[in-house]
């Protein structure tokens, strides 16, 4: 019963974070179809078991009229079926607008709470809500399937109680053999989780780092890692197979094998008739969907408990202080910060200070793994701290990162994308000139359509550069920015920062394996100590 309640808290949990219209409605209207197959389903055996044997004695004047005009059984048998797939679409649809409504507010919420890695707000977003719309498909399924056992039962026990007595005793000793399988499904169901989310974490880093992969030839320790894990993840998958596939036939084996049994015993066999074992294969069937329904409702529990982190998640950055100062000699000033990403008990930057004067370039090195991106990202907004202080002087900011966002849209689309004011066109062409995006001059070129496989990476860089800076940022970060810039290229850029910077209002934060290609003004450099603590050493 306690289990029982928590599901029912928890259908509540997801209902409020949904926000779909006429959810209650929807579900009462599966609850009365449900209902109207199950007397379809008795009305259909009772008037085939007529037919057939001519022996049903049921006194009732509308069951006599079908009895009496059996051209009214098929349109029944229309009926039952349009019934059936009205009820099925009405959960299916119902679960497809929980997944979609879930999907928005995971994104909104790796938006808002900004302390997610991207291979879990990956998994939350694109898989995580689907596991937990089959949770309330389940709940769905199950509440539609206990009206159809209760009608059923209803029926058997007025028709035979004896037998149906026998059945009784039965289902009550699958209880347990019943409640193991769920458990053992659900544990299956817990490594299918983490060892999914860990091979999603695996091909994230493969992608992330493939050209160094191939030119270190380190591809067969990364296959076999992969392969591994997944190896992991399927034996989990068919664990739960088989646990949730016993569950569900385990119902049918009991009915037809104690039928097989009565069947045998005189006393029972003359008991027996045709719609009894109709009703009853039925009363079975339904069973069957009930526990099919409760594995998945189990399963699909353990994503919900994981969404529940989300919430939890809430509370991580409630002791930050974010401010904006114009009148700051700093650009960004850091104060007393800490930050950990979600489902983390590990801080990844403990009591972070640090200062970054205006109109001047830093560089920010390390080797990977250290936190560069993570740190810009929390200079930046992006990524929220769990306490600590932020000041900014500014809040027109530009980002350049190594994997440049581009949209299949026309130039301008692209150079003018987030801007909020309207951009002329000569400003946009300067920067085109400026920065030499094409090796000579065309015409129309802001109404050029772009996509990622019309530009090289080099253009495709030049293009969020110059993105960057055509909405007058103040403080621009800078992430691996020319790494996919050809030596000239660099130069380019590097002398075109170094114009800004000195005809005034603009700082640099840049992340970089490679500080001698820019000329900059301070150093930081990330380091890692033997117990994972990570320094930030000023080098210049």
Same mark, same amino acid.
């Given at each position: 019963? $306690?289990?029982?309640?928590?599901?029912?808290?928890?259908?509540?949990?997801?209902? &409020?974070?949904?926000?779909?219209?006429? %959810?209650?409605?929807?579900?009462?209207?599966?609850?009365?179809?449900?209902?109207?197959?199950?007397?379809?389903?008795?009305?259909?055996? #009772?008037?085939?078991?007529?037919?057939?044997?001519?022996?049903?004695?049921?006194?009732?004047? /509308?069951?006599?009229?079908?009895?009496?005009?059996?051209?009214?059984?098929?349109?029944?048998?229309?009926?039952?079926?349009?019934?059936?797939?009205?009820?099925?679409?009405?959960?299916?649809?119902?679960? %497809?607008?929980?997944?979609?409504?879930? %999907?928005? /507010?995971?994104?909104?919420?790796?938006? %808002? $709470?900004?302390?997610?890695?991207?291979?879990?707000?990956?998994?939350?977003?694109?898989?995580?809500?689907?596991?937990?719309?089959?949770?309330?498909?389940?709940?769905?399924?199950?509440?539609?399937?206990?009206?159809?056992?209760?009608?059923?039962?209803?029926?058997?026990?007025?028709?035979?109680?004896?037998?149906?007595?026998v059945f009784g005793v039965l289902v009550l000793l699958l209880y347990y053999p019943t409640k193991l399988l769920l458990s053992k499904g659900r544990l299956a169901m817990e490594d299918s989780f983490n060892f999914s989310r860990t091979t999603l974490r695996n091909i994230q880093r493969i992608i992330d780092n493939l050209y160094l992969v191939k030119?270190?030839?380190?591809?067969?320790?990364?296959?076999?890692?992969?392969?591994?894990?997944?190896?992991?993840?399927?034996?989990?998958?068919?664990?739960?197979?088989?646990?949730?596939?016993?569950?569900?036939?385990?119902?049918?084996?009991?009915?037809?094998?104690?039928?097989?049994?009565?069947?045998?015993?005189?006393?029972?066999?003359?008991?027996?008739?045709?719609?009894?074992?109709?009703?009853?294969? &039925?009363?079975?069937?339904?069973?069957?969907?009930?526990?099919?329904?409760?594995?998945?409702?189990?399963?699909?529990?353990?994503?919900?408990?994981?969404?529940? #982190?989300?919430?939890?998640?809430?509370?991580?950055?409630?002791?930050?202080?974010?401010?904006?100062?114009?009148?700051?000699?700093?650009?960004?000033? =850091?104060?007393?910060?800490?930050?950990?990403?979600?489902?983390?008990?590990?801080?990844?930057?403990?009591?972070?200070?640090?200062?970054?004067?205006?109109?001047?370039?830093?560089?920010?090195?390390?080797?990977?793994?250290?936190?560069?991106?993570?740190?810009?990202?929390?200079?930046?907004?992006?990524?929220?701290?769990?306490?600590?202080?932020? =000041?900014?002087?500014?809040?027109?900011?530009?980002?350049?990162?190594?994997?440049?966002?581009?949209?299949?849209?026309? #130039?301008?689309?692209?150079?003018?994308?987030?801007? $909020?004011?309207?951009?002329?066109?000569?400003?946009?062409?300067?920067?085109?000139?400026?920065?030499?995006?094409?090796?000579?001059?065309?015409?129309?070129?802001?109404?050029?359509?772009?996509?990622?496989?019309?530009?090289?990476?080099?253009?495709?860089?030049?293009?969020?550069?110059?993105?960057?800076?055509?909405?007058?940022?103040?403080?621009?970060?800078?992430?691996?920015?020319?790494?996919?810039?050809?030596?000239?290229?660099?130069?380019?850029?590097?002398?075109?920062?170094?114009?800004?910077?000195?005809?005034?209002?603009?700082?640099?934060?840049?992340?970089?394996?490679?500080?001698?290609?820019?000329?900059?003004?301070?150093?930081?450099?990330?380091?890692?100590?033997?117990?994972?603590?990570?320094?930030? #050493?000023?080098?210049?």
């Open positions: 019963m $306690k289990n029982f309640k928590k599901i029912i808290e928890d259908i509540f949990y997801v209902s &409020r974070l949904t926000k779909i219209k006429k %959810k209650k409605v929807r579900i009462l209207f599966s609850a009365v179809v449900s209902n109207s197959i199950s007397l379809a389903d008795i009305l259909i055996i #009772l008037s085939f078991s007529n037919i057939l044997t001519d022996t049903v004695n049921i006194e009732n004047e /509308y069951l006599q009229i079908i009895f009496d005009n059996p051209v009214f059984i098929p349109i029944i048998v229309i009926f039952r079926y349009i019934l059936n797939f009205v009820g099925k679409y009405n959960i299916f649809s119902l679960s %497809k607008d929980v997944e979609q409504s879930l %999907k928005v /507010y995971l994104l909104e919420e790796v938006y %808002k $709470k900004g302390n997610y890695s991207l291979s879990d707000a990956t998994y939350y977003i694109e898989t995580l809500s689907v596991h937990i719309a089959y949770f309330f498909n389940a709940f769905a399924n199950i509440a539609s399937s206990f009206i159809q056992v209760v009608i059923f039962l209803a029926y058997l026990s007025y028709d035979n109680f004896q037998t149906i007595s030119i270190l030839k380190t591809q067969e320790n990364e296959l076999s890692n992969f392969n591994n894990n997944l190896s992991n993840l399927y034996r989990a998958e068919k664990k739960k197979f088989i646990y949730s596939d016993v569950n569900a036939t385990v119902p049918n084996f009991v009915a037809i094998f104690t039928f097989s049994l009565l069947l045998v015993v005189s006393r029972f066999k003359s008991l027996i008739s045709l719609e009894f074992i109709g009703v009853t294969l &039925r009363l079975v069937q339904t069973l069957a969907s009930v526990n099919s329904a409760l594995s998945m409702l189990v399963g699909s529990h353990v994503h919900l408990e994981k969404l529940f #982190l989300v919430e939890e998640n809430e509370e991580t950055n409630k002791d930050v202080i974010i401010e904006n100062d114009p009148s700051s000699s700093d650009a960004i000033k =850091v104060t007393n910060l800490n930050f950990k990403f979600m489902n983390s008990n590990e801080l990844f930057f403990s009591n972070l200070n640090l200062e970054f004067k205006k109109n001047k370039h830093y560089i920010i090195t390390g080797i990977n793994g250290t936190g560069k991106s993570t740190l810009l990202g929390i200079l930046s907004g992006a990524l929220n701290p769990t306490s600590g202080k932020i =000041v900014s002087s500014s809040q027109k900011v530009g980002y350049v990162g190594a994997t440049p966002l581009i949209l299949e849209d026309t #130039l301008r689309e692209n150079l003018t994308y987030g801007s $909020k004011e309207n951009v002329p066109d000569q400003i946009l062409y300067e920067l085109i000139k400026e920065f030499k995006i094409f090796n000579e001059d065309k015409e129309n070129v802001l109404e050029t359509k772009i996509t990622n496989k019309t530009l090289s990476s080099g253009q495709m860089q030049k293009v969020s550069f110059i993105r960057a800076l055509v909405g007058g940022c103040e403080i621009i970060f800078l992430d691996e920015s020319t790494a996919n810039l050809d030596v000239e290229a660099k130069k380019q850029i590097s002398e075109i920062l170094s114009t800004r910077l000195k005809s005034g209002n603009l700082t640099i934060i840049n992340s970089t394996h490679n500080p001698e290609e820019f000329q900059f003004d301070h150093h930081y450099m990330i380091d890692i100590h033997e117990n994972q603590q990570r320094h930030i #050493l000023q080098l210049k």
